[in-house]
């Protein structure tokens, strides 16, 4: 059962992305002395955003020292698993500041890439809890800084030739720094847009972990809004060794739908 996944094009994609945004946010940032849009207007205010995120996974797991390869599909359309419970996103702002709360509440089964007569089930429960401030740079771009943190617990029934073998499981939690950009020009009245790259971890928490997102808007009213997008959130995390070792090396992707009320 042990198959390992290169990681170097993960890494170099994340960075390539994140310098990207990071340079055409340099471009794109007003000139010295003007306000930024996000100064104009006084007072605070808030955004709630629940959503639904249909996720594709894969990744290799790490779990009493013994490495299993999820099921290899990274569509990010629905298989076999699902993500469950309360997905949103709570934002305040006031002036060029905004802060925001992003909790992901997930139950994940997969089956193990394995080859037969072993078999091997995935699940991963738990929760990823995200909180982080943007200050406004200019034009709709935002510098981002917080942090991501996880609390997984995940579980891997084994079978060879159909006796079952002693069940694999771990839980762990963690913390990751991140730091980004966003991007949310104002495109209309009616529709919006926000793109959002970050990195993290630093072998602080995760060895690596980023995210990105894509997300377009249609406004129904001043206060509400439905919106469709994608999501990859990419994270490598190891602690111990040997028989204790657990590691994770997945990756979650996928489209997401949701609705936003602005307060």
Not at 162 to 185: H, Y
């Amino acid at each position: 059962m042990q198959i390992t996944r290169e990681t170097v094009p993960v890494v170099q994609s994340a960075r390539g992305l994140l310098a990207l945004l990071a340079l055409s946010a340099a471009a794109y940032a007003s000139p010295q002395g003007a306000p930024a849009e996000e100064d104009k207007g006084p007072g605070w205010s808030f955004t709630l955003a629940p959503y639904f995120w249909a996720t594709g996974f894969d990744g290799d797991l790490t779990l009493d020292g013994q490495e299993i390869e999820g099921d290899g599909s990274s569509s990010g359309l629905p298989r076999e698993f699902a993500l469950s419970g309360f997905l949103g996103h709570f934002e305040a702002r006031h002036g060029p500041w905004a802060f925001a709360l992003s909790p992901v509440y997930l139950h994940v089964e997969a089956d193990g890439d394995d080859t037969p007569p072993t078999d091997s089930d995935i699940v991963i429960e738990g929760a990823i809890v995200e909180g982080f401030a943007t200050r406004a740079l200019g034009r709709g771009w935002q510098a981002l800084a917080g942090v991501r943190t996880y609390a997984l617990d995940t579980e891997v029934d084994v079978t060879i030739g159909g006796v079952a073998q002693p069940e694999l499981d771990a839980d762990k939690s963690w913390l990751d720094p991140i730091v980004g950009v966003r991007f949310e020009p104002v495109l209309s009245e009616r529709w919006t847009m926000s793109a959002r790259a970050d990195v993290g971890g630093f072998g602080l928490g995760s060895d690596l972990s980023w995210n990105a997102s894509l997300n377009a808007g249609y406004r129904l009213s001043s206060y509400a809004r439905v919106f469709l997008g994608y999501r990859v959130l990419d994270f490598d995390f190891a602690d111990g060794s040997g028989s204790d070792r657990v590691e994770y090396d997945v990756r979650f992707s996928g489209p997401l739908v949701g609705v936003a009320f602005d307060l």
